[in-house]
């Protein structure tokens, strides 16, 4: 009887212990051009808060020497849709976690309202996202001057973003800004209508920090960690 007991004890602590390290899979996208080494200082974290590299999924997207090439649709979804779906068939909390930085924001959001995925995301960050357009691209079809800015790309009122505008992204979103951001506020401003474009809908929260576009995406680590935690 004592031998069953301890025995029944060393299972209950060990099936606390698994439970304890079970965490939401991960989703980090990057921007344009990137690729995932531009998590390293969020994969550090993440990994420092008990994540196993295994609960952290980097898909890579994009052409990486032609940026006005890419946009939101054919080859740039695939590796992330991918990576969402992966992401949640092995969580063993049934929920994921989506970071996007830039356009990887704008295209993390298309592929959760693709596959209908957001009641199963349970936080959304969007770092340096060009969520209502980029003034530079023009306003569509006014000035479009490349992929990137065209029908499916980031010009102000793009049939890509009207179609995705309001769409439901997870349970918690949040956004992260800057009014020195040299490529959402390249033009001299950052609104579009009047609202950062950075800030996302039916957003829970947004942080603002006086860093440039990619600086928002290295140097806010613990704080994208602690918005998912």
């Excluded at 060990?14 to 390290?21: E, I, L, R, T």
């Excluded at 939101?72 to 979804?77: A, I, K």
């Excluded at 989506?98 to 959760?112: C, D, E």
Aim: proline residues 3%; glycine residues 10%; neutral net charge.
């Amino acid at each position: 009887m004592k031998t069953l007991i301890n025995t029944l004890g060393l299972l209950s602590l060990f099936a606390g212990q698994v439970y304890a390290q079970c965490k939401d899979n991960v989703v980090l996208v990057h921007g344009n051009t990137a690729t995932p080494s531009s998590w390293s200082n969020t994969i550090s974290e993440l990994k420092s808060r008990g994540h196993a590299e295994s609960t952290i999924y980097t898909p890579d997207w994009g052409a990486k020497s032609c940026a006005p090439c890419n946009n939101h649709s054919g080859s740039e979804e695939t590796p992330v849709r991918n990576a969402i779906v992966s992401a949640i068939n092995n969580s063993c909390t049934g929920k994921i976690d989506v970071i996007g930085h830039s356009m990887g924001v704008t295209l993390a959001a298309q592929q959760i309202d693709k596959l209908a995925a957001s009641a199963v995301v349970d936080t959304f960050v969007g770092i340096a996202g060009a969520m209502r357009g980029l003034l530079s691209c023009g306003v569509y079809p006014y000035n479009v001057w490349n992929s990137t800015c065209g029908y499916y790309g980031l010009s102000v009122s793009s049939p890509f973003l009207d179609g995705l505008y309001g769409a439901p992204l997870g349970a918690k979103v949040y956004s992260l800004k800057s009014y020195t951001d040299q490529v959402v506020c390249s033009t001299g401003t950052c609104y579009v209508y009047g609202v950062h474009s950075s800030r996302i809908w039916y957003e829970d929260a947004t942080y603002t920090y006086s860093l440039g576009h990619f600086g928002l995406q290295t140097d806010t680590a613990r704080h994208q960690v602690d918005l998912i935690n």
